[in-house]
């Protein structure tokens, strides 16, 4: 009796990458003096069993700082769940979902080594990678970190933002599987050390063209001051 076909090294390593959503967590209305948006901000995001994803975001989720943190290239964001526990050490206080600002807490997916462009089905959508979150005042003020962007920062554990390719319903427990990934090989984790603390690793950016225009024009910016 044959065995199955060898659907080749890039399908196994794919099949490999398949994790779940732990929470999918939906921002609430928070009034705060370090908010930025006349004092409010969806950073506070809270468990749901499930909601609808579109390519403007998710059904019922807050975002008021839209340029930085929401728009068709920041639909949603996730984080993984075994990044959070290292932060839980570092901090020695429990981190529940949605505290770092994200729509999906992932477990067994390589958020940090995603590729940009990684497709991701997830439910009946579909997610693509498209890039790094940076740390802002508002992410230290609601942990009450004072020095946050710049542990953050050099920890490089960043989350990824994620476009929606095909639109859906995303549920707590919802598999994710890697679907697709680009060749380029340009990760979530090389973008976000180029764009702070890495500049020399900016070349390597414009090999990715899933990547945000704004990024692209950014680090092509940065290197023709470079040069």
């Known amino acids: 009796m044959q065995g199955a076909p060898d659907r080749g090294p890039l399908t196994r ?10 929470s999918v967590n939906l921002g609430i209305v928070t009034v705060a003096s370090w908010a930025s948006d006349a004092g409010r901000t969806g950073i506070d995001k809270r468990p749901v069993a499930t ?16 340029p930085g943190h929401g728009g068709v290239d920041q639909a949603a964001y996730a984080y993984a769940a075994e990044d959070a526990a290292w932060w839980a ?12 600002g994200e729509n999906l807490t992932t477990e067994g997916v390589e958020v940090t ?4 462009g990684e497709r991701w089905q997830v439910g009946t959508t579909v997610l693509e990678v498209s890039a790094p979150r940076i740390p ?18 050099a920890h490089g554990a960043p989350g ?5 390719l095909v639109e859906g319903e995303l549920s707590t427990g ?4 890697v679907v697709h990934r680009p060749a380029h090989g340009v990760t979530i984790g090389e973008t976000f050390r180029a764009l702070t603390l890495e500049p020399e690793l ?15 024009e950014r680090a092509a910016r940065r290197l023709a001051t470079q040069a």
């Not at 909601?51 to 008021?64: E, Q, S, W």
């Not at 050490?89 to 949605?98: F, Q, T």
């Not at 080594?113 to 940009?116: H, K, S």
């Not at 990824?160 to 929606?164: E, G, I, S």
């Open 136 to 153: 802002c005042r508002v992410f230290a003020g609601f942990w009450e970190v004072p020095d946050l962007i710049k542990r953050f920062t």
């Open 202 to 216: 900016l070349p390597h950016l414009l090999e990715a063209p899933e990547l945000p225009t704004h990024i692209r």
């Open 113 to 116: 080594g995603a590729v940009i």
């Open 160 to 164: 990824a933002y994620l476009r929606v």
């Open 51 to 66: 909601t609808r994803a579109t390519t403007t975001g998710l059904v019922g989720d807050h975002i008021f700082d839209v």
């Open 89 to 100: 050490r570092e901090l020695g206080r429990e981190i529940g979902p949605g505290r770092f």
């Open 174 to 177: 919802d598999a994710v599987e």
């Open 13 to 22: 390593t794919l099949e490999r990458m398949a994790g779940r959503v732990l």
